[in-house]
């Protein structure tokens, strides 16, 4: 499968879009994050996150399996000019497996190592997260609690309760999604560029009562194309709000269907009849 490249406002937007593109599941997507957001001033990030992203392969090719057909692509004239090796002494060969042996142990160490590779700790990363978010409001000089929840899997839910927080939120919820990105960023850091558990941000209720408001507008809108017959556009312009739509259409309107048009950051989600 091809790479497919995008950029967003953050990598978790990229990444919705991406999985909008390619129309599978994130467990069976493989993402490469090619360039992070720059941080900026209060939480606020410069540039774009450029992400790309791929269909795992079903079964990737053995290492002998790589070898043998890199071999196979080789010009036949290029295999003809190359001439054949002198005859070697009898010591030759026992001095080339004494030379090759440590190349092969040093290859192997590297492979046990890069599997190895544990995800960071979920109780070290509450506290690595908690500090940072900490830090955040500091700057912006907001009193607020700081609520930190782990789920089965390990991963982190952040909650920021307090008053006067429209700063911190944002326009559409946008510096939520900044703070949000620089703290993934900051758990990275913490270990070291290895696997992180995944972590969500709230502030003030904001997501968690836009999401109500959305899942309603929705069904306002299953009920108006029903009725009408005409597709119906939702001005939803975060990559995050366009899957809810997809998803919320796909669990309670078999009938209708959704798709995405237009470029960022103007992408809309249309809802229409379905074809069949």
């Known amino acids: 499968m091809e790479w497919v490249e995008t950029t967003a406002r953050t990598i978790e937007e990229a990444k919705e879009l991406l999985l909008d593109q390619l129309g599978v599941d994130e467990n069976d997507t493989e993402f490469e994050i090619l360039e992070e957001l720059k941080p900026g001033l209060f939480g606020r990030t410069k540039g774009q996150a450029r992400v790309r992203a791929r269909v795992k392969p079903k079964t990737p090719p053995s290492r002998d399996d790589r070898r043998r057909r890199t071999k196979k692509d080789k010009p036949a004239d290029e295999a003809a000019s190359v001439p054949a090796p002198a005859a070697a002494p009898a010591a030759a060969p026992a001095k080339a497996k004494e030379a090759a042996a440590p190349v092969a142990a040093s290859s192997a160490r590297r492979e046990d190592d890069e599997s190895s590779a544990e995800r960071l700790?979920?109780?070290?990363?509450?506290?690595?997260?908690?500090?940072?978010?900490?830090?955040?409001?500091?700057?912006?000089?907001?009193?607020?609690?700081?609520?930190?929840?782990?789920?089965?899997?390990?991963d982190l839910s952040a909650v920021i309760s307090g008053t006067q927080l429209g700063r911190l939120i944002g326009p559409r919820g946008a510096v939520i999604a900044a703070i949000e990105e620089l703290t993934r960023t900051r758990l990275q850091h913490v270990a070291a560029g290895g696997p992180t558990p995944r972590f969500k941000l709230d502030i003030g209720e904001y997501r968690a009562s836009r999401r109500a408001n959305l899942e309603t507008l929705v069904d306002e809108v299953i009920i108006k194309v029903r009725e009408t017959g005409k597709p119906h556009v939702l001005d939803v312009v975060l990559g995050g709000e366009r899957k809810l739509v997809h998803d919320r259409v796909a669990e309670l309107a078999s009938d209708l269907e959704t798709h995405s048009e237009g470029e960022d950051p103007a992408r809309r989600v249309v809802v229409s009849l379905g074809t069949d």
Do not use: R
């Open 121 to 154: 700790d979920s109780a070290i990363a509450t506290t690595e997260a908690e500090a940072f978010l900490q830090g955040v409001l500091d700057s912006f000089g907001a009193t607020a609690s700081i609520k930190i929840d782990t789920d089965e899997n390990g």
